[in-house]
């Protein structure tokens, strides 16, 4: 029977993790690194299934796999720098392999891809009782010219008369952060998993099968 299953984490330089090498990984492709000169390969039985999806402003470079990550990692270089964000997900094994990667597909696009992120996504089947998605998300939106944009900026705490303000003993004004994206926002997860379980269910019962799914937990 369908099953929820949907868990995110970050693809992060901080935990010594390469967006390349994760990449790779989940596509069964050979990748070169440009930051390490090494290349990564992961031979699988069992091809996984992998596609980009693309948004509005993204340059042609960004559908390829290699040079996506690898201008994603020149752009990101602190040390602590966000490569991606990935979910991993299970497909509903009521459905056809077609209809799992349409129902995946148009989930994808209208939850990231329209937002600005270009997707990664790699199906795995491995096992017939286990199909499942890894889905590997950038973190930086594209300018209207295809250069990378800016996910926050700061801003500067003016006063009732519109004057910067400072701390006391500070030549620095006072700033506080602005995001550009709302991804990072907690209530995001939790809106995208909603909106997966409603996407399933809506499948399911077009199709006249009767399992549904729900994000929710047991309590």
Same mark, same amino acid.
């Given at each position: 029977?369908a099953?929820?299953?949907?868990?995110?984490?970050?693809?992060?330089?901080?935990?010594?993790?390469?967006?390349?090498?994760?990449?790779?990984?989940?596509?069964?492709?050979?990748?070169?690194?440009?930051?390490?000169?090494?290349?990564?390969?992961?031979?699988?039985?069992?091809?996984?299934?992998?596609?980009?999806?693309?948004?509005?402003?993204?340059?042609?470079?960004?559908k390829?796999?290699?040079?996506?990550?690898?201008?994603?990692?020149?752009?990101?270089?602190?040390a602590?720098?966000?490569?991606?964000?990935?979910?991993?997900?299970?497909?509903?094994?009521?459905?056809?392999?077609?209809?799992?990667?349409?129902?995946?597909?148009?989930?994808?696009?209208?939850?990231?891809?329209?937002?600005?992120?270009?997707?990664?996504?790699?199906?795995?089947?491995?096992?017939?009782?286990?199909?499942?998605?890894?889905?590997?998300?950038?973190?930086? +939106?594209?300018?209207?010219?295809?250069?990378?944009?800016?996910?926050? $900026? !700061? &801003?500067? #705490?003016?006063?009732?008369?519109? =004057?910067?303000?400072?701390?006391?003993?500070?030549?620095? +004004?006072?700033?506080r952060?602005i995001?550009?994206?709302?991804?990072? $926002? !907690? &209530?995001? #997860?939790?809106?995208?998993?909603? =909106?997966?379980?409603?996407?399933?269910?809506?499948?399911?019962?077009?199709?006249?099968?009767?399992?549904?799914?729900?994000?929710?937990?047991? &309590?």
């Amino acid at each position: 029977m369908a099953i929820f299953h949907m868990s995110f984490q970050n693809i992060s330089a901080g935990k010594m993790r390469s967006s390349v090498a994760s990449a790779s990984y989940r596509s069964g492709e050979k990748l070169f690194s440009d930051k390490e000169g090494k290349t990564y390969f992961y031979k699988r039985d069992i091809m996984p299934e992998s596609f980009i999806l693309t948004p509005k402003n993204a340059p042609e470079w960004a559908k390829d796999r290699s040079k996506l990550w690898n201008e994603v990692e020149k752009k990101d270089r602190k040390a602590n720098s966000r490569y991606a964000k990935e979910f991993n997900v299970a497909l509903p094994i009521e459905l056809s392999e077609q209809d799992q990667k349409d129902l995946l597909t148009k989930y994808v696009q209208e939850n990231f891809v329209n937002s600005g992120m270009v997707a990664d996504i790699a199906i795995h089947r491995d096992h017939p009782d286990n199909p499942h998605a890894h889905v590997m998300l950038t973190n930086r +939106p594209f300018n209207p010219d295809g250069s990378w944009g800016l996910k926050s $900026k !700061r &801003e500067n #705490i003016l006063d009732e008369n519109g =004057n910067k303000t400072y701390t006391k003993n500070s030549r620095f +004004p006072r700033s506080r952060k602005i995001w550009l994206v709302d991804w990072d $926002k !907690r &209530e995001k #997860i939790t809106e995208w998993r909603k =909106n997966w379980a409603n996407a399933v269910n809506q499948v399911l019962e077009a199709k006249n099968l009767p399992d549904r799914i729900s994000e929710k937990s047991y &309590e």
